[in-house]
């Protein structure tokens, strides 16, 4: 639907012809012809044509506002001090295509194969001046040559330092996590040694994978520290390497009386690991958690040991605390009980069931029916297959009865005792380990400390979102690139995780989808003017913003990447 709207600028009122429509089921600008002042429209009407002769629609909010946040931490000065200037004739520095490369991944992950295309569609080139040509793939590869793994390693140092120092990041609470991430490096590529196959998260087995491990913070879940390793290495063998770079990244703020806390899963558990805490020097404490199916002692402690944590902030949940060996060590055990992780596992648990004994119920009527070729070490292995999950087999019994594959038989019953029992043990139950003492943190610290996983969560699920921030697409084939791949990639998730920090103190509570969704909102209308020669006269300007918009404008000082209004 087609309607004049108008805009008051600095007293003077201009009109638009705007065209809404649905996308996706929401209202939406999706057309906007500037027609110029009532003085305008009336010469129109009486014959001088003012109307412009076509328009165009640039991405501006967005772009402009990651572009801020890329000057505000200096990274293009910090990479071109560390890796040092290129040649005279070069369109740009290394670290211009490296914060380039970061804008990109941050509001519309493409290939460097069709950022030209992307570029096109941005208002970028007016205040960066950077013509398409300049753009091209082979110079983003040519500038990513230029970097060293030790140069990595110091840009990231500085650029962390340089996060922690404007933005006041709070970095008493750190949390470790590791992940990975598919690539489609062929096999017969010997130039990727980092790109193995492993236990792929992405459930992509058949594909060869990269290893990423971050730490982050509490406050926002800032990267402190990335770490990019081969993804047929267990996570628990990168921990010292995480653990010694953090370190030696933060001992200087640690020395001023900081009381660091690094927060892991029991993915990490080792005793090595352990060990690295007992380093009077290391300025860390740690939370963790141990299997709860390794400590059935602690599992089976009665009810009434437990007691109430927070009512106001942890409804719900129950604790004990004690103190057991841990890898040689003697450690102050937290037990928690949650209800509402209880009632999420006994709902999941039921559908598993379900589900095992449906798959169940068709191999005995297959082998009723006596339609089987298959060996009998062949059904129990498909049987096993079944009952793989876990808890299963403590509930359901199977018997495999005959020889032959015409005389084999399934029988199998589910036991409503050992499906209490198992309950009653394990189900809401988390066994948390620390080394903090009572003085320093109750049982209530101690459990926000561990719920702050969620951060590193939070974090690698963003860097799966293929929309925005993304890790992926990658066509890069060698270590060395893949390693500047992730630099930019974690440096994208910087930004964007910095962007919703910002919104959220000032009181907009957002996603990041939401937050560059709404930014996205803000265009850049070009309205262009064909004469009777030459090259067309353009004249810019912004689309209307919502109540949203406008705040988010003003926090991201966008007014300063803004066209000059008529």
């Known amino acids: 639907m087609a309607s004049i709207i108008g805009k008051t600028i600095k007293g003077q009122t201009y009109y638009y012809l705007r065209e809404v429509a649905r996308v996706g089921g929401k209202p939406k600008v999706v057309s906007q012809r500037y027609l110029g002042k009532a003085v305008d429209i009336e010469a129109a009407i009486d014959g001088a044509t003012v109307v412009p002769d076509r328009t165009r629609h640039l991405a501006f909010g967005d772009v402009a506002a990651v572009w801020t946040m890329l000057e505000r931490l200096r990274v293009a000065e910090i990479i071109d001090e560390v890796v040092g200037a290129r040649r005279a004739d070069a369109a740009a520095s290394v670290g211009t295509y490296i914060a380039l490369a970061a804008l990109n991944r941050v509001c519309d992950p493409c290939s460097k194969l069709a950022f030209v295309e992307w570029w096109r569609k941005t208002a970028c080139d007016r205040w960066l001046g950077m013509p398409a040509a300049s753009l091209d793939h082979r110079r983003f590869w040519e500038a990513m040559d230029q970097i060293t793994e030790a140069d990595l390693q110091q840009i990231e140092r500085r650029i962390v330092a340089a996060t922690v120092e404007s933005f006041g990041v709070d970095l008493s609470g750190l ?31 058949d594909l060869r994978i990269v290893g990423l491990g971050l730490v982050v ?17 267990p996570d628990v063998t990168q921990f010292k390497a995480m653990v010694d770079e953090l370190v030696a990244r933060f001992e200087m703020l640690a020395g001023h009386g ?60 129950a604790a004990f605390e004690t103190t057991k060996d841990v890898f040689g060590v003697n450690r102050r055990i937290v037990v928690t009980h949650s209800k509402n992780l209880h009632d999420k596992q006994s709902r999941g ?181 064909q004469g009777e020669r030459g090259r067309p006269r353009a004249r810019r300007m912004l689309t209307e913003q919502d109540r949203t918009q406008q705040h988010l404008y003003d926090l991201f000082g966008l007014s300063a990447y803004a066209p000059a209004q008529p």
């Open 217 to 233: 913070s509490v406050d926002g879940g800032i990267p402190l520290v990335s770490h990019a390793y081969p993804g047929n290495l």
């Open 258 to 317: 900081r009381e660091l806390t690094l927060v892991f899963d029991a993915g990490q558990n080792s005793a090595d690991n352990f060990e690295l805490f007992e380093n009077q020097d290391l300025p860390l404490h740690f939370v963790g958690s141990l299997p709860p199916s390794e400590h059935p002692d602690l599992l089976a402690v009665a009810k009434t040991r437990y007691r109430h944590v927070d009512s106001q902030r942890f409804p719900g949940l």
């Open 175 to 205: 949390v470790l996590d590791m992940t990975n991430f598919a690539t489609y490096i062929d096999s017969g590529n010997d130039r990727a040694p980092i790109a193995q196959r492993g236990h792929a998260k992405q459930k992509r087995d």
């Open 349 to 529: 648990f039921d559908q598993t069931l379900a589900k095992a004994r449906k798959q169940l119920s068709a191999v005995a009527a297959r082998l009723a029916r006596g339609q089987t070729r298959k060996p009998k070490e062949n059904v129990e292995a498909e049987i096993a297959a079944i009952l793989k999950p876990r808890w299963l087999s403590r509930v359901i019994s199977t018997q495999l009865s005959g020889d032959t594959p015409a005389e084999l038989r399934l029988r199998f019953r589910t036991n409503p005792k050992a499906r209490e029992d198992l309950e009653e043990e394990i189900f809401g139950k988390r066994i948390l380990v620390t080394d903090k003492p009572k003085s320093l943190a109750p049982i209530a610290g101690i459990v926000a400390d561990y719920r702050s996983q969620e951060e590193a969560e939070a974090d690698f699920r963003q860097m799966k979102d293929p929309k925005v921030a993304s890790f992926s697409p990658m066509f890069h084939y060698t270590d060395q690139k893949i390693r500047v791949h992730v630099l930019y990639c974690v440096l994208a998730l910087t930004v964007a995780r910095l962007m919703v920090r910002e919104a959220d103190r000032h009181g907009m509570h957002m996603s990041v989808r939401e937050l560059l969704g709404s930014l996205a909102g803000i265009q850049e209308t070009v309205l262009l003017y």
